[in-house]
Nanobody
Framework: VQLQASGGGLVQAGGSLRLACTFS????????MAWFRQAPGNDREFVAY????????RYADSVKGRFLISRDSANNKLDLQMYNLKPEDTARYYC??????????????????????WGQGTQVTVSS
């Protein structure tokens, strides 16, 4: 499986960006997907998650109400629409995929270690 993220760039505070992530295999619908981000000197942090059937969505508190995660199963694509961007959103954004399977612990989707495949990331820079 290969993931390819795109759509990053430089934007002013209050602006919008839409990130995309393409998934290389036809098994896309058997994977749950997520976006993470990492700023220099920081750990990789969870941003948003979408289950394999599109019905289970979760967001980090810092982006709730501003970011929307969605998936296009017909085109094997994951999107992240970002509105009202803030300077603190500046980071490299990564898409990630994990095979759908049962987990015993809640909030597992927030943990990078739970994901099987990662894209190379795309840089988002928000100027004040």
């Amino acid at each position: 499986v290969q993931l390819q993220a795109s759509g990053g760039g430089l934007v002013q505070a209050g602006g919008s960006l839409r990130l995309a992530c393409t998934f290389s295999e036809r098994t896309f619908t058997t994977y749950a997907m997520a976006w993470f981000r990492q700023a220099p000197g920081n750990d990789r942090e969870f941003v948003a998650y979408i289950g394999d059937d599109d019905t289970y969505l979760r967001y980090a508190d810092s982006v709730k109400g501003r970011f929307l995660i969605s998936r296009d199963s017909a085109n094997n694509k994951l999107d992240l629409q970002m509105y009202n961007l803030k300077p603190e959103d500046t980071a490299r954004y990564y898409c990630a995929a994990t095979r759908s399977r049962s987990r015993s612990h809640t909030n597992w989707y927030r943990l990078p270690v739970e994901y099987d495949y990662w894209g190379q990331g795309t840089q988002v820079t928000v100027s004040s």
